[in-house]
């Protein structure tokens, strides 16, 4: 039998199954994957559903309406499914982590007494402790309750990497967020601002290259108020640490989200001009565009400011393409303010954009608000704004018809003739071998991983289709 260390002594490993369900945002998938990381050493291995799983975690958003409520109805599932496994004389750890759980804490024990272990998205790295007290039938009973905030501590903490399980990773870099916007629940959940140093972040993507990864996204709440302590000793922009990070052999793509338009610097910009590897391709979430609503979700950017913002962007990279977030039906939201949201969207046009309804969290500002829109007008609203969304997302897809890309391939299609890569503008192309013309037919059929240069012949909805080039 295999020996670990936990909490000051040794903790004998044991063959356990862990299933990790992840709600959210791309953090949350890094998140879970780095507990998976953690509890590897205690001899858990992760598995595809939670049907005969020892330990369950629910990595949880709290971002969105409902999103506690979602939570709670599977925590009612996973109680039939632990009452089966007992029955059988299987023991069952339920867990729930991530920014419900610390938002929510020991409520969620009192409202699903069947979860043995909370813990926020800032104490993940003490989940072998956390598993050592539960091994205590007085814990057991009373259940865990972990919600700190150390960032610091929990980077400092993570074992590294392991093998990457495909072409692209997510690396997070920066956590928290200090804008507090009024409708937006992550200062509360994730805590302050905190950047991790460039030493320690240029190891893990060395050792994600070392596995096969060709593309990284940087991913922060707050991604380019970047501040992180370089080998120099002065605090690195992020324009400078991607500047670092291009220089990893076999590393041919760099992303980064999510952005905010005050941390839009010139080192940032420059890096868009100059640097290759950094994809043309930038979420800058709006939220808006009436300056009125922008003053009140404190925001701290006007609409003209996010214009000029998007010009110096265009002017040092004419091809760079944009996404955005939006709000619509924010509190005391008139027809005059959605109607400069539409204008704004006109304006500028977006590749891509997520967009919803207002919905209140909890403990925001705006949530105690007594001037909230009708919900019909914000269905209709968002109805309008989808719609010019999905035009413009459509049409700039068909724009990539008869032209050509790079693509990188990721992952098989629906037929064995297809194969389906990801666009430098973060199109999913669907590229057919079988159809392929000239000499092109007759080649090789490249395996994932591979950087191919396809011609365009669809653009649709959500993707594009192609061939590859001879």
Not at 73 to 91: H, P, V
Request: include cysteine; hydrophobic fraction near 40%; proline fraction near 5%.
């Amino acid at each position: 039998m295999a020996l670990g260390r936990a909490g000051g002594h040794v903790t004998p490993l044991q063959d356990k199954k862990l299933f990790v369900k992840t709600y959210g945002c791309q953090m949350n998938v890094y998140d879970s994957d780095r507990m998976t990381e953690v509890l590897a050493d205690r001899g858990y291995t992760a598995v595809d559903a939670p049907d005969d799983a020892d330990l369950i975690i629910l990595n949880t958003c709290h971002i969105r309406e409902k999103a506690a409520e979602k939570v709670y109805s599977e925590l009612g599932r996973l109680r039939e499914l632990k009452a089966e496994r007992t029955a059988r004389g299987a023991d069952t750890m339920i867990a729930v982590a991530g920014c419900v759980a610390q938002a929510e804490g020991a409520e969620i024990k009192r409202r699903s007494p069947v979860v043995d272990l909370v813990f926020g998205p800032q104490t993940y790295h003490e989940l072998p402790e956390m598993l050592d007290k539960l091994g205590e039938k007085s814990a057991r009973r009373a259940g865990l309750v972990e919600t700190g905030l150390d960032v610091d501590g929990k980077f400092g903490r993570l074992p590294k990497r392991a093998a990457a399980k495909g072409v692209a990773a997510f690396l997070t870099i920066q956590e928290g967020c200090d804008k507090f916007c009024t409708f937006c629940v992550v200062p509360y959940t994730r805590g302050a601002e905190y950047s991790r140093p460039v030493a320690t972040i240029e190891a893990e993507a060395r050792r994600l290259v070392d596995t096969g990864v060709r593309e990284i996204t940087l991913l922060g709440q707050n991604v380019n108020a970047f501040h992180g302590d370089g080998p120099d000793g002065d605090a690195w922009t992020l324009g400078r640490l991607i500047r670092r990070l291009d220089t990893i052999p076999g590393l041919e793509r760099l992303r980064y989200t999510t952005s905010h338009p005050l941390d839009v610097d010139e080192d940032l910009i420059d890096a868009h001009r100059d640097v290759e590897s950094l994809m043309p391709f930038l979420h800058l979430p709006v939220q808006s565009g009436s300056d009125r609503i922008l003053a009140e979700m404190n925001r701290r950017h006007t609409r003209d400011a996010y214009y000029r913002i998007v010009d110096r962007l265009r002017a040092g990279r004419p091809d760079l393409a944009l996404s955005s977030d939006f709000i619509v039906g924010f509190p005391g939201e008139t027809d005059a303010d959605f109607e400069a949201t539409m204008d704004l969207v006109r304006e500028v046009g977006f590749a891509q954009a997520y967009s919803f309804k207002y919905s209140p969290r909890p403990g925001t500002p705006s949530a105690d608000r007594d001037d909230h829109v009708p919900e019909q007008v914000k269905q209709d609203r968002l109805a309008e704004l989808q719609a010019e969304l999905n035009r413009q997302q459509l049409a700039f897809n068909r724009s990539f018809v008869g032209r050509s890309m790079r693509v990188l391939l990721d992952r098989p299609g629906r037929s064995a003739s297809q194969l389906i890569g990801r666009s430098p503008y973060m199109q999913a192309v669907h590229v057919d071998f079988e159809q392929a013309a000239g000499d092109a037919a007759g080649a090789p059929r490249p395996g994932r991983g591979a950087m191919l240069d396809v011609s365009v012949i669809g653009g649709h909805a959500n993707s594009l289709a192609a061939h590859p080039l001879a």
